[in-house]
C-alpha cells in the first residue's frame, strides 16, 4: 500500500534530525479503513514549534516525497496541519505539527513510528484521548 511505503520513508528521512521527538500516523490508518483512495494522516512532534512557520512546515514536507503542493488548515480550524499532495505516486497526506506539549491534546491513540526516549508512548500512557464531539444548543 503506498500510504504504507510513504510512512515507512517518513520514518527513515526524520529518524535522524534532532529536532524530532516523534512520527505517528492516524486516521484511517488507526481503524484499517485505508484504501488505495484514503490519505495519509502524519503527527510530527518536533523539540522547537515547527507550526507557526510556514516555510519550516514546508521544507520538512519537502523532504519525504516528491512535493506537488500543500496549503495549511486554517479553513479546519487547525493552522499546525498541512495538507500536502505528492506525485510519483499520486498521495494526499496531512502533517499535523506538534511540539511535545501540544501532543498531550489528542483525539485518538495514534500509531508511533518514532517515539525518542519512549516520550510519545509515556503520553499516551498517562493522558486520555478525547474527541471533540459538538456542543448542541436547543432552540426555545
Request: aromatic share 10%; with cysteine; hydrophobic share 40%.
Amino acid at each position: 500500500m503506498i500510504q504504507q511505503a510513504f510512512a515507512y520513508k517518513a520514518k527513515e528521512i526524520l529518524e535522524s534530525d534532532d529536532n524530532v521527538i516523534g512520527l505517528a500516523i492516524a486516521g484511517s490508518w488507526l481503524t484499517n479503513e485505508i484504501d488505495e483512495f484514503s490519505d495519509l494522516d502524519l503527527i510530527l512532534v518536533t523539540r522547537q514549534r515547527i507550526s507557526s512557520d510556514r516555510n519550516l512546515m514546508l521544507d520538512y514536507a519537502k523532504k519525504l516525497g516528491n512535493f506537488v503542493s500543500g496549503f495549511t488548515g486554517e479553513h479546519v480550524g487547525e493552522p499546525r496541519l498541512l495538507i500536502c499532495l505528492y506525485d510519483a505516486p499520486l498521495l494526499h497526506v496531512d502533517i499535523k505539527f506538534l511540539t511535545i506539549d501540544e501532543f498531550h491534546v489528542r483525539i485518538e491513540n495514534p500509531t508511533l513510528l518514532i517515539n525518542k526516549d519512549k516520550q510519545l508512548e509515556k503520553i499516551i500512557s498517562q493522558t486520555v484521548a478525547k474527541f471533540p464531539y459538538p456542543d448542541y444548543l436547543t432552540v426555545t
